[in-house]
C-alpha cells in the first residue's frame, strides 16, 4: 500500500494499531493516559487522601496527574506537588528540585539569607558545576520585593527563585513543559489569586428518606396523627368555568366592584366576621356553587 | 365529559396579591405570587423563565426564544396530557375534558378538542385519561411523592419573579409545589412525567432537557426571595407505562454546577440580546451577515470510525 492510499478498516484489535504512525500511536496512547488519568481522578478527589484544593475536582486533579506524570511523579505524589493556577498545573519549585535530584542531577545551596541565595547545580554525569544566585536587590529591581509573599519570607522565596532557576540551567530535559513554578506565576503581576487550598464548595447532601418525611411535620409542632381522610385528597377548588359564571352572576346582580363582589360572597356563605372570601379562588368548589345557585336564585326567583 | 381535579389545591394562603396587572404590562414583579392564572404568569414577557433560558442557549439560539415569547404556541397533545397530569397530582390547573374517542383522527374529536380549548379546558383522550389517573395513583401511593406533593405541606403552582442583581435582568419561574417554611433546608419537588421511571434514563433526559437549569433556576429564585436558606431541589418522575413506577432524583453538584453555569450565560446572552434588541439566528458571526457554518461530526463518531482513514 502506498502511502496516500486509504487504509481499509482493520476488524478491531490490535493490528489495527499498527497502520498508525508512530507520532498518531503516542497521540493515542497519551489520550488513554488522559482518559486513565481523569478515571483515577475521580475516585481519588472524593477521598480525604486528595489535597483540599482538588476535592470535587476531577478535572483539576486530572491535569495535575498528568503533568506529575510527565515528570515521573504518581498521581498522589502530582496531587501534593501542583497547584492548578488558571488552568495550568504548576509544580513548587521544591517538587522542581525533587524532580532534577531523583534524576541524579545534584542542587547545591552555599549561602542563604534574607538578602541573597547563591549556590550551584551539577548535570548527572558532569564534572561542571553550575553557578546561580538569586539577591533581594535583583528582585527588587524586578519589582518582586513589595509582594507581600517576599515582604513575609524573603529568604523562602529567594531559595525558590534560585531552585527554578538552577533547575533548569542543569536538567531542563527533566522539566520540559513546566515553563513556570507556582511561586514564579504568583510573583507575576496578573497573578489571577493567591495560592491557597480553595474549599470546595460543599456538596449537597443527597435528600434522605427521613428528610423528605421529616420535613413534612411543621418544626414548631408535634407530628400529626395520620388522618385517613387528609392527605392527597382535600377539598376540590372553585374551577375556571365556575369563576367567570360567578363573576358574570354578580355582575348581573348589580354587585360590579371587587369588594363588594366579595362582601356578596362572604355573605352568602355565612362566613364568619374574621374569615371573608378575600378572593374568589380561595373558594372550593362547593363554596362556588352555592354562590352560584343563591345568585342565579337571585336574579331569577322562579328558577 | 369535564374531570375536576382529583386532589385539590391546600387552601390558598396570599401574603401578596394575586392580580398583579394584565398579562405582559404593568409594574415590574418581584415576590411569591400565589394563584397567578397560566396566562398572566407566561405573559410575562418582561423576565427570563426557565424556559426562556434554555431556548436561549443551544441548541436553541435569541432568534427562537424570540419567536416562542411573541406568539401563541399551538398546544400539542403532549402538552396537554402534561398540564392534566400536573393538574391531577397537584389539584390546581385548567379543567380536564375528557372527549370520548378513540384519537384526534376524526372530526368529531378534533370540534370538541376546540370547543375545550375554547372554554379554557384541557382536552384529554378517555384512553389518555384512564392512563393519567393511573399515574397519579402511583404518585399518591408512593411514600416520597405523596408526602413532597401533600397540600398540608405545601402550595401547588407558585409564581417566583426577582430581579438577578448583578445584570438587572427579571427571572421568574413556576415551581409545581412550594412547602412551607422550615427549620432546616427546604425539598422543592418537581413533577415529571416520562417514558421510565429509571434513574439512569433520567439522567439522559436531564441532559436532553437541561433539568439541571430548571434546578438552579428554581432554587435560586426561592433563595433569591428569602424563602428558604437552602434548598435542594428534587424530580419526582412517573412512568407513563403501568405499572406507573416512580422514582424521586435530585441531581448531583456536577450537573447544578453545569446548570449555573448554563444560567449565567442565558442571563448575559438575554441581557444582550434585550439592550440591543438583536436576536441572532444560528450565524456564527451575526454582525458579519449570513455565514456558513463549518462543522464537526461528533466526538462519538469521529472516534467510532477514527479507524476508516488513514492518519
Not at chain 1, 93 to 99: E, G, P, V
Not at chain 2, 55 to 75: E, M, Q, T
Not at chain 2, 142 to 151: E, G, Q, R
Not at chain 2, 154 to 162: C, K
Amino acid at each position: 500500500m502506498v502511502n496516500n492510499e486509504i487504509a481499509l478498516r482493520a476488524v478491531n484489535g490490535p493490528a489495527e494499531i499498527a497502520h498508525i504512525p508512530e507520532a498518531a500511536q503516542g497521540l493515542v496512547e497519551w489520550a488513554m493516559a488522559a482518559q486513565a488519568a481523569y478515571e483515577l481522578a475521580q475516585r481519588l478527589v472524593t477521598t480525604s487522601f486528595a489535597p483540599a484544593q482538588y476535592k470535587q475536582r476531577p478535572d483539576e486533579a486530572a491535569a495535575a496527574i498528568l503533568a506529575g506524570a510527565e515528570v515521573g511523579l504518581s498521581p498522589m505524589a502530582s496531587l501534593r506537588s501542583f497547584d492548578v493556577i488558571q488552568g495550568v498545573a504548576a509544580p513548587r519549585a521544591i517538587t522542581l528540585r525533587a524532580i532534577v535530584q531523583s534524576l541524579g542531577h545534584e542542587i547545591v545551596i552555599d549561602e542563604a539569607s534574607p538578602e541573597r541565595v547563591a549556590g550551584r547545580g551539577r548535570r548527572n554525569g558532569s564534572k561542571e558545576w553550575q553557578g546561580c544566585e538569586w539577591t533581594i536587590e535583583r528582585a527588587r529591581a524586578l519589582g518582586l520585593a513589595n509582594k507581600e509573599q517576599w515582604k513575609k519570607q524573603p529568604q523562602t522565596m529567594l531559595i525558590a527563585r534560585f531552585t527554578s532557576e538552577i533547575a533548569r540551567l542543569i536538567a531542563a530535559d527533566a522539566i520540559l513543559g513546566i515553563p513556570y513554578t507556582v511561586e514564579e506565576i504568583m510573583d507575576s503581576d496578573d497573578a489571577p489569586y493567591v495560592v491557597k487550598p480553595r474549599p470546595p464548595k460543599a456538596a449537597p447532601q443527597r435528600v434522605t428518606a427521613a428528610e423528605i418525611i421529616g420535613a413534612a411535620q411543621p418544626a414548631d409542632q408535634p407530628p400529626a396523627e395520620p388522618d385517613p381522610t387528609v392527605g392527597m385528597q382535600p377539598e376540590r377548588m372553585i374551577t375556571r368555568p365556575q369563576i367567570t359564571k360567578l363573576h358574570i352572576l354578580l355582575d348581573e346582580a348589580g354587585f360590579g366592584e371587587r369588594d363588594v363582589k366579595l362582601e356578596k360572597l362572604t355573605e352568602i356563605l355565612g362566613r364568619p366576621e374574621g374569615n371573608p372570601v378575600l378572593s374568589s379562588k380561595d373558594l372550593t368548589a362547593a363554596e362556588a356553587s352555592a354562590c352560584i345557585e343563591e345568585l342565579a336564585r337571585l336574579l331569577d326567583p322562579s328558577s | 365529559m369535564t374531570a375536576g381535579a382529583m386532589p385539590a389545591t391546600a387552601t390558598g394562603t396570599t401574603p401578596v396579591d394575586p392580580t398583579p396587572g394584565p398579562a405582559g404590562a404593568g409594574t415590574e414583579l418581584t415576590g411569591t405570587y400565589y394563584g397567578m392564572p397560566d396566562e398572566m404568569y407566561h405573559g410575562r414577557t418582561d423576565s427570563l423563565s426557565y424556559s426562556g433560558a434554555k431556548l436561549l442557549l443551544p441548541p436553541g439560539c435569541p432568534a427562537l426564544f424570540k419567536w416562542d415569547r411573541d406568539n401563541v404556541r399551538p398546544s400539542k397533545t403532549a402538552w396537554d396530557i402534561g398540564h392534566a397530569f400536573h393538574t391531577l397530582v397537584l389539584g390546581v390547573g385548567a379543567e380536564i375534558t375528557i372527549i370520548e374517542a378513540d384519537s384526534w383522527r376524526t372530526k368529531a374529536a378534533q370540534t370538541e378538542r376546540q370547543e375545550a380549548y375554547d372554554a379554557g379546558a384541557v382536552p384529554v383522550l378517555r384512553k389518555d385519561y384512564g392512563q393519567l389517573t393511573g399515574m397519579a395513583a402511583s404518585v399518591r401511593a408512593h411514600p416520597l411523592a405523596c408526602t413532597l406533593f401533600d397540600p398540608a405541606n405545601g402550595t401547588p403552582e407558585v409564581s417566583l419573579f426577582m430581579r438577578d442583581d448583578a445584570s438587572g435582568v427579571n427571572l421568574r419561574g413556576r415551581v409545581d409545589f412550594l412547602p412551607h417554611s422550615r427549620d432546616g433546608r427546604m425539598i422543592l419537588p418537581d413533577l415529571k412525567s416520562s417514558i421510565s421511571a429509571d434513574p439512569e434514563s433520567f439522567a439522559k433526559a436531564a441532559a436532553n432537557y437541561s433539568y439541571n437549569l430548571q434546578s438552579v433556576f428554581y432554587q435560586d429564585l426561592v433563595t433569591g426571595l428569602g424563602l428558604a436558606d437552602e434548598v435542594v431541589f428534587v424530580f419526582v418522575v412517573v412512568a407513563k407505562d403501568p405499572p406507573y413506577l416512580v422514582s424521586v432524583i435530585q441531581l448531583d453538584e456536577e450537573a447544578e454546577r453545569i446548570g449555573r453555569a448554563l444560567k449565567q450565560q442565558a442571563i448575559e446572552i438575554y441581557a444582550e440580546c434585550t439592550a440591543t434588541d438583536t436576536w441572532p439566528s444560528y450565524d456564527p458571526d451575526p454582525a458579519g451577515g449570513p455565514q456558513v457554518s463549518l462543522v464537526q461530526m461528533p466526538r462519538w463518531y469521529t472516534r467510532t470510525h477514527s479507524q476508516d482513514y488513514s492518519w
